[in-house]
C-alpha cells in the first residue's frame, strides 16, 4: 500500500467521524439551511429555512406578502415535529395536468399545475410544501405505528407592517360560523381575538393573502387568533371529552381535551391554503381549496344532479290565492312541485316542519309523504329533506333506509355548529352514507367547506356564512356584505347563501320581518346572486306565489344554471362592486352587484366569439333607487367588439343572457 494512502485504525475512524459529521450537517442539522419554492410563474418565491424551527416566508415579485413564518406539530409527549428538523432527504416535484370536476363550479376542466419540495425529517414525519401560480400550501404527514396524540399544530403566520385584514369574529368555538368581516389593520387588534375561516389579509400594497384550509378529515378545523402584533396564529378546538345537549340540535362540548385529536400515526394532515392575489378579481377564480383536496371517492357519480331549489322556510309557506289553507301540508308541496315543475326547477326542499322534532321516522299528521313524493316523481321534481344531525345521528341506520325507500334525491343536515375532530368525521360519515344511497348532501349550521366536496362530491353545497336568511330578523344583511362574500367566503367552496327575494327594499324602506321577509338592495341585485354566487344546489328562497306574478323574473330564473363550463371577472372589488361573465353550454350569462353606492360600470365584450349575439338584459329600473323592486327588460344585439356601461342603483344590480343569433 502507497504511504500516501497508508492510515491506522485510529486515522480512519477519524475520517470516517469527519464523514459522518459532514453528512449529519447537509442532512441532519441543516444550519439554517434555505430552500427556494417557486410558482409555475416563477412570481410567487417560497423560501423555507431549517434551523432550530420551520419557517419560511413568501414574495410575490420583489414584494414579502407573508413574513417569517413558523410552523410545527407537537404529538404525544411533547415531540415537537419541526423542532430542530433533521432532514434526511428531499424530493422535487412539479406537476401540469387537468383536473375534471365532478360538479363544475367554475369552471368544466381546471388546470392544475404546481411545484413542490417534500422533506423527509428524522423522527418519520415529512413536510410538503406547494406552489401554485395562485398561492402556496404546506402540510405535515407522519409515518408512526398505532394511533397518535397530536396536541398542538404551530401555525403562526406573520403579515408585513400595515397589512389589515377581513376578520369573521367568532366569540365561541360552537358556531354556525356566520358572521360579518371586521375590517381592521391587524396590528391594531388586540391580541386574542378569534376567527374562523376564511379570512382574508391585504398589505399595503393591495396585494390579498386568502387564509385557509383543505383535505380536513379526522382532525379539527383550524382558527385564527390574534396576537397583538402584525401576526395571525392558528387556533383549533381540542377534542370532545364530555357534551351538553341542550335542545334536539344543540350538543355543545362541556369539556375539551387539553390536546387537538387521537388519530392515525401514519397519515396526511390537512393543508394549510395562501390563496394569493394580485388584484381582487383573482381571488374570485381560485381553486387551492379543491385542487387540494382529496380526489373523488364515488365510483359512479353519474346520478349527481345540480340543480335549482323550490324552498318553503324562508317565505313561511306563505303562498296565496289557492283554494286551501297553506301551511306545512299535503297540497302545500304539491303546489310547490307543480311550480318547480311547470318551470324545469329540479327539486323542492321541505324543510324544518315535515317531521316531529326528535324522530324523524314520524311524519307529522298533516304530512302524506307518499304522495307527496309520488307526485313529486310523476312531475319529475326531486324531494330534498330538511334534518337536524344529532336525530339523524340517533337514528341513523332507520332513517337512512326510509328515506332511501322514500326515494329522497338529497338531506338537508343542519346545525351542527362545530368542528371538532368528531365532528369533522360526522360530515364525511354522512357524505360516505348519503353517497352508498344516491343522495345529495347540503350542510347547514356549518363550517366552511375545506375539500370534502372534491372527495364525495354530492356534497353539493354548504352554509357557513351570513346568508338570505338574516333578513328575517336582521338589519345587517347588506349589499355591502353582499359584494364582499365572493371574494372570501366563496373562495372557500360554494356557498347556500339562498337568493331569490322577490319583495326588495332600500335602505330606508327595509325592515325585518320573520314570517312576511325581504332582501336588502333591488331586484337585479337578488337576480344577480345566480350568476355570481356559487351553490350547484342553488335554492328559490322566495313564495312561489310571488314568483308566478313576475314572469319575466321567472324567465331568468328558469334558464339560469348552478354549474359553469368558464367564469371570466369583468370587474371586482371587494366590499364595492363584482361583475362576472359565466359560460354554460353555448350560452353567456352576465351578474352584476353594487353595494350600497349607485354606480356606472363598463362591460367590454370581447370575450365573446365571432358573429352576432342577442344579449336580454334586467337592469334596475329608473325608480329603483326609491323603489327596490323596479326592474326594466329589454334584448340588444351585439358582437364582441362592443361595449356598453351598465348602470346600477344604490344595492343594485344588473343580468344578462347572451345568445348566439
Known amino acids: 500500500m502507497p504511504a500516501s494512502l497508508h492510515t491506522t485504525t485510529r486515522d480512519r475512524d477519524a475520517c470516517i467521524l469527519v464523514v459522518l459529521l459532514l453528512i449529519l450537517m447537509v442532512t441532519g442539522l441543516n444550519a439554517q439551511t434555505t430552500f427556494t419554492l417557486s410558482s409555475p410563474d416563477q412570481k410567487i418565491q417560497t423560501h423555507i429555512k431549517f434551523g432550530d424551527y420551520i419557517e419560511f416566508e413568501v414574495l410575490l415579485g420583489s414584494e414579502v406578502v407573508v413574513e417569517k413564518t413558523w410552523i410545527s406539530l407537537n404529538i404525544d409527549e411533547n415531540k415537537l415535529l419541526g423542532h430542530i428538523p433533521k432532514i434526511r432527504k428531499h424530493i422535487a416535484r412539479s406537476v401540469d395536468e387537468v383536473v375534471v370536476p365532478v360538479v363544475a363550479e367554475k369552471f368544466a376542466s381546471i388546470p392544475e399545475k404546481y411545484n413542490e419540495l417534500e422533506f423527509f425529517c428524522r423522527g418519520n414525519y415529512t413536510i410538503i410544501f406547494r406552489a401554485y401560480n395562485e398561492g402556496i400550501a404546506w402540510r405535515f404527514t407522519t409515518k408512526l405505528p398505532d394511533n397518535i396524540r397530536v396536541n398542538t399544530e404551530e401555525a403562526t403566520i406573520n403579515f408585513p407592517k ?24 391587524i396590528d391594531s387588534m388586540k391580541a386574542g381575538h378569534f376567527c374562523s375561516l376564511p379570512a382574508l389579509v391585504e398589505t399595503q400594497t393591495g396585494t390579498k393573502v386568502l387564509i385557509s384550509e383543505s383535505d380536513l378529515q379526522d382532525y379539527p378545523g383550524m382558527w385564527l387568533q390574534t396576537m397583538g402584533t402584525n401576526g395571525l396564529n392558528g387556533i383549533f378546538p381540542g377534542l370532545a371529552l364530555k357534551e351538553t345537549k341542550t335542545s334536539d340540535r344543540d350538543v355543545k362540548v362541556a369539556e375539551h381535551a387539553p390536546y387537538l385529536c387521537i388519530t392515525k400515526g401514519t397519515r396526511s394532515y390537512p393543508w394549510r391554503v395562501l390563496a394569493i392575489a394580485e388584484n381582487d378579481g383573482d381571488l374570485l377564480t381560485n381553486q387551492l381549496t379543491y385542487l387540494l383536496a382529496g380526489p373523488n371517492k364515488i365510483e359512479d357519480s353519474s346520478w349527481i344532479k345540480p340543480g335549482k331549489v323550490a324552498w318553503d322556510w324562508w317565505n313561511e309557506w306563505n303562498i296565496y290565492g289557492v283554494d286551501f289553507e297553506a301551511g306545512v301540508n299535503t297540497e302545500t308541496y304539491k303546489y310547490y312541485i307543480d311550480f318547480a315543475s311547470k318551470y324545469g326547477i329540479e327539486y323542492i326542499i321541505m324543510d324544518e316542519g315535515w317531521y316531529e322534532l326528535g324522530n324523524l321516522l314520524k311524519v ?19 324531494v330534498i329533506l330538511w334534518v337536524i344531525w344529532k336525530t339523524l345521528e340517533d337514528q341513523w341506520q ?52 375545506a375539500g370534502l366536496r372534491r372527495t364525495y362530491p354530492n356534497v353539493i353545497t354548504r352554509e357557513g356564512l351570513r346568508g338570505l336568511e338574516q333578513s328575517k330578523w336582521s338589519d345587517l344583511n347588506t349589499p355591502d356584505h353582499n359584494v364582499t362574500l365572493p371574494f372570501i367566503r366563496m373562495v372557500a367552496g360554494p356557498m347556500d347563501y339562498t337568493p331569490g327575494a322577490m319583495v326588495n327594499a332600500t335602505q330606508k324602506n327595509f325592515k325585518p320581518i320573520y314570517t312576511q321577509a325581504m332582501s336588502m338592495g333591488t331586484r337585479c341585485h337578488q337576480l344577480a346572486m345566480y350568476v355570481v354566487y356559487e351553490s350547484p344546489l342553488q335554492m328559490l328562497c322566495d313564495n312561489p306565489s310571488n314568483y308566478l306574478k313576475e314572469p319575466e323574473c321567472m324567465e331568468f330564473l328558469s334558464e339560469v344554471p348552478t354549474v359553469w363550463d368558464k367564469t371570466i371577472v369583468l370587474s371586482a372589488k371587494i366590499g364595492e362592486q363584482v361583475v362576472l361573465a359565466r359560460k354554460h353550454g353555448d350560452v353567456w350569462f352576465i351578474g352584476a352587484m353594487s353595494n350600497w353606492d349607485a354606480r356606472n360600470i363598463d362591460i367590454d365584450f370581447s370575450f365573446l366569439g365571432k358573429g352576432k349575439y342577442e344579449i336580454r338584459i334586467w337592469q334596475d329600473g329608473a325608480n329603483a333607487h326609491r323603489y327596490a323592486s323596479d326592474f326594466k327588460k329589454h334584448t340588444e344585439s351585439i358582437t364582441k367588439k362592443s361595449k356598453m356601461t351598465i348602470n346600477l342603483a344604490p344595492g343594485g344590480g344588473w343580468v344578462g343572457i347572451i345568445s348566439k343569433k
Open 162 to 185: 400595515g397589512s389589515s385584514v377581513w376578520f369573521p369574529e367568532e366569540n365561541s368555538f360552537f358556531s354556525h360560523n356566520e358572521r360579518y368581516y371586521l375590517h381592521e389593520k
Open 364 to 382: 307529522v299528521p298533516d304530512i302524506d309523504m307518499e304522495e307527496i313524493l309520488a307526485y313529486a316523481k310523476e312531475k319529475n321534481v326531486g
Open 398 to 449: 332507520d332513517a337512512f333506509d326510509q328515506f332511501e325507500r322514500w326515494g329522497v334525491k338529497g338531506l338537508k343536515v343542519d346545525f351542527m355548529q362545530r368542528d371538532d375532530q368528531w365532528m369533522v368525521n360526522y360530515y364525511w360519515r354522512v357524505a360516505e352514507e348519503a353517497a352508498k344511497r344516491k343522495m345529495l348532501v347540503d350542510f347547514h349550521g356549518a363550517y366552511k367547506p
